[in-house]
């Protein structure tokens, strides 16, 4: 049986990107706010702690590492079933992050990139789908307070179309921004235009991203998994996602299966 | 049909840019293969074979070491491990460039093996891909390409590997025929080649094991070669002591030791 309905699969082939409103419960964002600002704290008391600290972004990587509610959202039901049905059983996950946008952001226009033309050279992109990212919405995010920003449907343009070039990223024609309340959940083709918007509010923006990609493609630099997170991997399906299962042969991870803890359930 | 297509000296390149010249660009491109007589000197050819001796006197004296030990197919697993010459293969100087050249400068190893294929051997239906991948445009893709060196003459009838030509170019999820003698498949293309010959595929290219009915053991040396970014077998990983002799940021990238979604190192121009 199919998650994806037809409409939301029309939308995510034609454009690139599916919205997901109010992915997270009331309970569950409390949740996972409240984790989140645990590894923040940390991240801020420990500079040695891996990660980008710049004025205008602020990026924690690895985020699964901080806590188990940060793990477990991996696998939330009202996101990951849709991205694996896209990407196919074989999902693995490629990189996580907390993402932090402070207010007075100097972003320019060669913000504009997609995740997978450069960086994962070989494939067709324009016909093939390699990663899709999840971006979790801690906070509201108006359209001047730092919102995603897309260009639909450029994820099926050939891989050496040039990227127009802009001053600033809100200037691109056509450039759609993924604004949401806290809870909602967006995700997008690896291979569509995006770019971050400068953060004109007074609101830090607050996302942590879940970059899925396939089982046999290698996790980015410095994720792969603490000894700490494998051994929470109790699942097969925790356990392809990690890339601790055989990468080209062997069955993939069933998804009635893949829910390990409760919180989300 | 014995393999000809394909067969271009690499002499031919030597005034040219790229290490593949265009005709064999060109044939790889639309054929799914790509042949090269003497890919290997006599003195290189020997020390190989010198190696690849000693490799399989200790995996035979050793059955905790990995691989696949069956009537129709023995495998040495990881051959790199088992010796200097075996580990400099890699980077060939003639042909690696040719690998080089069909994947991008983001080249690394996917796996390495030693397979021997003993007289009496058969293969039923042993046509395959190498790669199905879903959500992959395989046509217009290229993931892998992967190089055979042949160490002992191969007849005609000595478990050859057999491609079907232009088969890479078929889409992802297709099945093609199968025969219960994979020789008897039609268009079949037997790998039929002399020592010190070399071969290359891609992920896609339809190809088979012959069936081994000569007197003589078939001797391949296989490479394998993806991208970084992708996964390398987990069985084939290396060793820490492998891993210390890398000793060039190349060969570091070629064994899976560099940031995979980085930028590549650089080649040297041949």
């Known amino acids: 049986m199919n998650v994806l309905s037809d409409e939301q699969r029309r939308f995510f082939d034609a454009n690139g990107y599916l919205m997901i409103l109010g992915a997270l419960s009331a309970a569950e964002l409390a949740t996972v706010r409240t984790a989140a600002e645990e590894a923040e704290a940390r991240w801020r008391a420990d500079p040695a702690l891996p990660g980008t600290r710049i004025p205008e972004f602020e990026e924690i990587p690895a985020i699964m590492e901080y806590h188990p509610a940060l793990f477990d959202l991996v696998e939330h039901p009202a996101v990951f079933p849709l991205i694996r049905e896209l990407l196919g059983t074989g999902i693995g996950l490629v990189d996580h992050a907390y993402y932090i946008t402070p207010p007075g952001g100097l972003i320019d226009g060669t913000a504009w990139h997609t995740d997978v033309r450069t960086r994962v050279p070989g494939v067709h992109h324009a016909g093939s789908t390699m990663m899709i990212r999840a971006m979790f919405a801690l906070t509201d995010i108006a359209a001047a307070g730092g919102a995603t920003l897309v260009l639909p449907g450029t994820h099926r343009q050939p891989d050496d179309t040039p990227i127009p070039a802009v001053a600033t990223p809100e200037e691109m024609p056509g450039a759609v921004a993924l604004t949401c309340e806290a809870g909602s959940a967006y995700f997008f083709n690896g291979n569509l235009l995006h770019a971050p918007s400068n953060n004109r509010g007074t609101v830090t923006r607050r996302v942590l991203l879940y970059n899925y990609g396939h089982k046999w493609m290698r996790m980015w630099r410095d994720h792969e998994p603490s000894p700490g997170l494998a051994a929470a991997a109790r699942t097969p399906m925790r356990r392809q996602l990690l890339g601790l299962t055989p990468p080209y042969k062997g069955p993939d991870a069933k998804l009635s299966l893949g829910l390990q803890e409760t919180i989300f359930l | ?160 590997t057999l491609v079907l030509p232009a088969s890479h170019l078929t889409p992802g999820g297709t099945t093609l025929p199968n025969s219960e003698v994979p020789e008897d498949l039609p268009g079949a293309v037997p790998m039929a080649l002399p020592a010190g010959s070399a071969y290359l595929i891609n992920d896609r290219t339809y190809h088979s094991a012959g069936n081994n009915r000569s007197g003589v053991h078939r001797r391949l040396l296989i ?31 070629l064994l899976g030791l560099t940031d995979p979604y980085g930028p590549p190192v650089a080649w040297e121009e041949t």
């Not at chain 2, 030693?114 to 790669?131: M, N």
């Not at chain 2, 990983?237 to 990238?253: K, N």
């Open chain 2, 1 to 160: 049909m014995r393999a000809s297509l394909g067969e271009l000296p690499l002499e031919s390149n030597a005034m040219s840019q790229s290490p593949l010249s265009e005709e064999q660009r060109r044939f790889f491109n639309t054929q799914g293969y790509l042949v090269i007589p003497g890919a290997l000197s006599t003195e290189e050819l020997a020390a190989l074979r010198l190696e690849a001796d000693v490799a399989e006197a200790r995996w035979r004296a050793d059955l905790s070491l990995p691989g696949v030990r069956r009537p129709d197919l023995e495998q040495v697993l990881g051959i790199m491990e088992h010796g200097p010459a075996l580990f400099d293969l890699l980077e060939h100087p003639r042909i690696f460039p040719l690998v080089r050249a069909l994947l991008g400068p983001d080249v690394m190893m996917l796996d390495h093996d030693y397979f021997i294929t003993p007289p009496g051997a058969t293969i039923p239906q042993g046509w395959h891909f190498d790669f199905d991948l879903p959500r992959v445009d395989h046509p217009r893709s290229r993931l892998m390409v992967k190089i055979f060196y042949v160490l002992d003459d191969i007849p005609p009838d000595g478990g050859a």
């Open chain 2, 223 to 253: 490479y394998t070669y993806g991208h970084k970014w992708m996964r390398m077998w987990d069985e084939y990983r290396p060793s820490p002591e492998l891993a210390a002799r890398a000793a060039t940021p190349q060969r570091r990238q």
